[in-house]
C-alpha cells in the first residue's frame, strides 16, 4: 500500500488523484510543516524538510516533489495516462510548474525565510513583485502548454492535473480569467473531471474564482 504524507489545500491533493488513477491502495496521513502531531513527526523523520507531498512507496521507497512523484506515476502505471500525450512536453511542462511557479508561491508563503527579519515594507515588495512574477508565469505557461493537458482519451493527465491544482493559489486564477481566458476555461475542464473534482471539494470546499 501507497502512504501519502499530505493535508487538505495543499499539493497532496494531486498525488491523490493520481493514485484514484492508477488504481492502487494508499493511505493519507495528515501531516505537514505547520502541523503538529504524530503525523508531522513521522514525516520529519523520512522527509526532514517536512515537505508535502511525501509518498511512501509498497516497498518502502520514500517520493518527493509532486512532478516526480507523478512522473514516477505515470511511468509505473501506464494505463493511468498520466503521461499520456506528448510525454517530452508533459515532463517540461511539470518541470516548469515546480520551477516557476511553486517556488514563486513558496516564498510569497515564507517571504521570512528570504529576508530574515526585514522591515514589512521590504516584505510587502518582495510579495508584490514574486506575484507579478507568478501570474506572468502562468501567462506563458498558457502560451505553451495550453493543448498538452489531456490525454488522448479526454482525461486530464498529470500536467493537467497540477496546473489545475497549483493554480488554485495567490490568486493565479483570476490573473488567468483576465489574461488568458480560454486557458483559464481549460483549466475549469479539469476541475470538472470526475476523478479531479470530488477531490478538489474535499480540499477547498468553498473555494471559487472571484
Known sequence: MY???GTDESGSCMIEIALQRCAVPWQRVDASSWQDGAGSEALARINPLKQIPTLVTPDGQVL?????ILIHLGLE????????GDRAQIIRGLVYIAANCYSAIGILDYPQRWLGDADPAAQAQLTSGTRRYLHHAWVVFANQ???QLFAPNQAPNALGIM??????WDEAREALNSLAPGFAQTLVRVDADPIVAPVFARHWPEWKVS
Do not use: N
Open 3 to 5: 502512504t501519502l504524507y
Open 64 to 68: 518527493t516533489e509532486s512532478a516526480a
Open 77 to 84: 502505471y501506464p494505463d493511468s495516462h498520466l503521461l499520456s
Open 145 to 147: 502548454f495550453a493543448g
Open 163 to 168: 496546473a489545475a491544482a497549483v493554480s488554485r
